[in-house]
């Protein structure tokens, strides 16, 4: 089955702490995954994608097709990094399927 | 262009009466999609349309649920005798040809009573 998991619901950090927030995938097939993100009132936008190997707002994923997972990293959490995350996989042309979410909050 | 578009943005309907939610892509954008978002869960992949043929509908989708976009422009979702359990937001996004970047909307909330 064609499946994300993002395993934390919620995810406290501090200011200048290290970030990563899990998203492991199962498909059989070459994935496709992304990083999407909603801040507070606003709408969800795209954050990064494994294909352009870009840093994005110094957040950096890296695809593990040996674990199957492609965790969203960043090493000096910021105050307005606070949001929603996904993870989403596209297995095939059209269809994207998302995790459940992680919320992220980075305290003061 | 200020983006994808949605209306009405809040919806509140009584079980068992029809409703119908449209989505105002970026212009230029030939790819559609229909999402549906629950409490505490991710955008759930509902159908998608390239210009306007609908190439893929979710098989969650029950009979209930119907979606065009004539002339490859504007879209609309209905959803006929509503249930309770239809209640969510309703999300709509859109991309271009090349990079597949999909823009979404601000969503519709609908609630049924």
């Known amino acids: 089955a064609q499946r994300v998991t993002q395993p934390e619901k919620l995810l406290s950090v501090f200011k200048g702490a290290p970030v990563e927030l899990k998203c492991n995938y199962s498909y059989s097939g070459s994935p496709e995954l992304f990083w999407y993100v909603q801040y507070s009132r606003q709408r969800l936008q795209l954050l990064l994608r494994?294909?352009s190997r870009e840093s994005i707002k110094g957040f950096t994923a890296d695809l593990n097709k040996g674990e199957t997972s492609f965790h969203l990293k960043k090493p000096f959490a910021q105050e307005e990094d606070s949001a929603m995350y996904y993870c989403?996989?596209?297995?095939?042309?059209?269809?994207?399927?998302f995790g459940t979410g992680t919320r992220l909050k980075v305290l003061a | 262009d200020t983006g994808v578009s949605q209306n009405p943005r809040h919806k509140i309907t009584k079980r068992g009466q029809n409703v119908t939610f449209r989505c105002d892509p970026i212009s230029e954008h030939n790819r559609l999609y229909w999402y549906r978002q629950t409490l505490g869960q991710g955008p759930e992949f509902l159908t998608y349309f390239q210009n306007e043929a609908q190439l893929e509908k979710s098989r969650l989708l029950s009979d209930r649920f119907s979606a065009e976009r004539p002339k490859g422009s504007f879209s609309t979702l209905e959803i006929q005798r509503t249930e309770q359990g239809d209640s969510a937001m309703y999300l709509c996004a859109s991309s271009s040809r090349g990079p597949d970047e999909q823009y979404f909307g601000p969503g519709t909330r609908l609630t049924v009573t």
């Open positions: 989403a996989l596209r297995p095939g042309t059209y269809k994207y399927i």
């Open positions: 494994h294909i």
